[in-house]
Each structure stands twice: as structure tokens, then as C-alpha cells.
């Protein structure tokens, strides 16, 4: 698979006018390459590619790389670039990723390619992840149930006096032990007053009695990675936490069973959104609804309301919409789903009814 990502790649650059392409991003060489080590540079001509790491990643990327030449360098990976002849000539146009690459070392690889005029590029390696195949579908739906699970198993755990940080603990080895290779991201547990911050990640805060508490967090399979939403109350909920729950829950079901092909994001987007708005809480909504999962944790297509995407078979992405009360606490309720050929598979099968723990 690596081999026609590559082909994909290469066919893009004849489209784009360039001579090559420069992919220094850890995420973007593992997606084209197979490579999970941190250092290395990977380099795209029309008819050839190239990697490049140091000593160290030797036998690794032996036992990894398919569909490059593998460089293994004395020097510094950027500077040895200078002394590699291949990578050189009169007026070549070199692109890369701009939103990696800092400013230090794009400098540095201006220098090590005297002649060369380096392109910067958004999203140019991520287009092209956007439509997942069978085996990336299967990578990540194996890290949705991996997320799943642990989310089952925490539930016997949780109990009022543990700190929010001592549940992600739990929650991150269960991951671990159920075959997760890390966290997808940083593993957000916000509870009570805190469940109103949409990226409130664990703190040392005590889960206490009658606590909203808002779980997001994924797994990793593969590079693949799943991104989950559930919120629930310990103890008992009062009627407040009840409608808000709910109001979330039918915005996310009516936007889950809009997808199909041919669908906007922003469609999907304002499903949810008018629900919420017509409930009388549209302020509180203030991010959009999904976004694209895979190799890359945030990524195409887009679910808001300036989104220009539009829906194909084979996108997989979050929907998850959200109200959060300041002062209050928050809701927020989260599945990946697949587009079909008619409509979307939702990739994880824990219940959304309001649970009481």
C-alpha cells in the first residue's frame, strides 16, 4: 500500500509542476513509507523516492520502509542532503509541508539545496488520505473497539473521590492492554463545573457525587486512530442534566443519519446546529460538528459551517456536537463514523442513553 501512496504522490507532482517533494512530518512518512521511527526525511521524485534517516533507524527502517530507497546517512539528515547529488540541479521546485516545517529548518534546507526553490504546500500529502481503503477503514475501526471496551471497563471503576487524572491512568492502560500503540491524543476527562471546557483535559480535580463527567479520548491501531465522545453522571442525574443530554443526543443522531455521499459538511453541520439553536442553547455550541480521522488526528473532510467538503464513500469522520454551560457543566457525545455507498456505518457501539454511574 505504501508503494501506490507514493504513486499517488508522484502523479501529483506532474499535476502541480513540481520536481519533488519533501515529507518531514513523523505522521505524513509513516503514512507513505510504513516508517514509526521519529527522524527521517523522506523524499518524492516523478519516478523515484527517497529515505533518509541516520544510524540508529537502520535495521528499523529495513524492516519498515516499502517503496523508497533507503538512504542511511552519516550526518545530520538535513545537511546530508548537500552532499547527495540526486536531490540536486538548475531551477528544480521542491515542495513541502508548510504547516511542519519550521522556519530553522526550512532555511536549512534552502541551504543544503542551493538552486532549488522550495514550494510550501497545505494539506498536500493529507488530500490524499482523505478516502480511506478496506485496510484503513479495518485500522481504525479495530481502535474504535479497542476505545470502546476500555470505555466499558471504566465505568466499573469510576466512583466519586478519584481524580480526574487517576481515571485517565486507568483508562489509558486499558487501552494499552486491549492492543491500543498510545493514546490518539491527549486524553480529555472533565467532570462537574470542568465538563463545560471542550478540551479540558484530565486534571487532579475530585469526581464527586452527581458530576457530569465527559470522556474523549481514541485509541491507535496501526497509525490508525479512533475518537470518542460519551458523557455521563455519577450518581444521579437531576432534570437539567437530563434535557441538556438529551437535546445533544438528537442533534447527533439527526446529523448521523443525514450522511451519504454527495452531502455537505456544512449540511451536517447544520443539522445538528438547529437543533441545538432551537432548543434555545445554539450559543453554546461553539465549535463544529466533525471532523476527519485516520492516520492524522484532526484532518479533512471538514463538518462546519464554512466547510466546502462534500461527503464520498470511504470518508471517515467524527460527528459531536456539544452544549457547554459555563459555570455549569457540558455535554458532548462523539462516534466515528464511515460513509457508504448510501448512507454511513457508525464504527463504535457504545450506548448513548444517558448513563448513571
Not at 536549512?108 to 488530500?127: A, H, M, S, W
Not at 471496551?149 to 485517565?168: D, H
Not at 478540551?199 to 475518537?227: E, L, N, P, R
Not at 460519551?230 to 437531576?238: D, E, L, Q, S
Amino acid at each position: 500500500m505504501s508503494r501506490e501512496k507514493i504513486q499517488a504522490v508522484q502523479k501529483q507532482l506532474l499535476q502541480e509542476n513540481l520536481d519533488g517533494f519533501i515529507v518531514s512530518r513523523p505522521i505524513s512518512i509513516r503514512y507513505l513509507s510504513g516508517f514509526t521511527g521519529s527522524t527521517a526525511i523522506l523524499i518524492i521524485r516523478p519516478n523515484a523516492a527517497y529515505f533518509l534517516t541516520d544510524f540508529r533507524y537502520k535495521d528499523q527502517s529495513h524492516q519498515q520502509v516499502k517503496g523508497a530507497k533507503i538512504i542511511i546517512t552519516k550526518n545530520e539528515v538535513i545537511n546530508e542532503i548537500k552532499e547527495l547529488t540526486q536531490f540536486h540541479g538548475k531551477n528544480l521546485r521542491y515542495g513541502f509541508e508548510s504547516e511542519f516545517l519550521t522556519c530553522y529548518n526550512q532555511q536549512r534546507l534552502q541551504t543544503n539545496l542551493k538552486g532549488t526553490l522550495l514550494i510550501p504546500t497545505t494539506d498536500f500529502i493529507e488530500k490524499f488520505a482523505i478516502i480511506k481503503d478496506a485496510d484503513e477503514i479495518e485500522m481504525i475501526e479495530k481502535a474504535a473497539s479497542i476505545t470502546d471496551t476500555a470505555f466499558e471497563r471504566i465505568l466499573g471503576y469510576i466512583k466519586p473521590g478519584l481524580r480526574e487524572n487517576e481515571v485517565r491512568a486507568e483508562l489509558e492502560y486499558q487501552m494499552m492492554v486491549l492492543g491500543s500503540e498510545m493514546p490518539a491524543f491527549e486524553t480529555i476527562i472533565a467532570s462537574g463545573r470542568r465538563s463545560a471546557l471542550p478540551h479540558g483535559v484530565a486534571s487532579t480535580k475530585k469526581i464527586a457525587y452527581g458530576d457530569f463527567v465527559t470522556f474523549d479520548f481514541g485509541a491507535q491501531v496501526g497509525g490508525y486512530v479512533a475518537d470518542f465522545t460519551r458523557t455521563i453522571v455519577i450518581g444521579k442525574a437531576n432534570d437539567k442534566q437530563k434535557k441538556i443530554y438529551n437535546i445533544v443526543l438528537k442533534a447527533q443522531e439527526a446529523a448521523i443519519r443525514k450522511v451519504k455521499p454527495g452531502v455537505a459538511g456544512k449540511t451536517l453541520d447544520k443539522t445538528a446546529r438547529d437543533i441545538i439553536e432551537k432548543a434555545g442553547f445554539g450559543k453554546y455550541f461553539g465549535h463544529g460538528l466533525g471532523h476527519g480521522i485516520g492516520i492524522y488526528v484532526h484532518s479533512k473532510p471538514s463538518l462546519s459551517s464554512r466547510s466546502t467538503d462534500i461527503m464520498k464513500k470511504g470518508m471517515v469522520f467524527t460527528i459531536e456536537p456539544g452544549i457547554y454551560l459555563p459555570g455549569w457543566g457540558g455535554v458532548r457525545i462523539e462516534d466515528d463514523v464511515v460513509v457508504t455507498a448510501t448512507s454511513c456505518r457508525v464504527l463504535n457501539r457504545s450506548p448513548k442513553k444517558l448513563l448513571v454511574v
